[in-house]
């Protein structure tokens, strides 16, 4: 099943900006060619300032796991990490099929 990806990001100035722009576009085009990756976005928040957030859509979560834990991802992500101080954070969703809610872990039926 399809999974989607959303990347957030907040750059606290246009100089941190200007240096971060080359390493975004690296992992953009770089990801566009990997087994399983669908599509991409990027968007600039126009009430936050300096946020950004990336959507990525994978055939599988595999396909995405692949991609993030490669070797070449990882040093150009630990260069945007370092740059912007903090870790990246990521969060994975799956499309809820025809309404269907799906089952929550942990939680009783």
């Known amino acids: 099943m399809a999974v989607t990806i959303v990347i957030q990001r907040t750059v606290p100035d246009k100089e941190m900006a200007d240096r971060l722009a080359p390493m975004i576009v ?22 936050c300032q300096g946020e950004y957030m990336v959507i990525s859509t994978w055939h599988s979560l595999d396909d995405w796991n692949r991609w993030k834990n490669s070797k070449e991802r990882q040093e150009l992500q630990n260069k945007v990490d370092a740059l ?23 939680t009783e039926t």
Request: hydrophobic share 30%.
């Open 84 to 106: 912007l101080g903090e870790e990246t954070q990521y969060r994975i969703y799956q499309p809820v099929v025809g309404g269907i809610i799906p089952e929550f872990k942990g």
């Open 26 to 47: 690296q992992l953009r085009s770089k990801a566009a060619t990997q087994p399983g990756f669908l599509t991409g976005q990027t968007f600039s928040c126009l009430d």
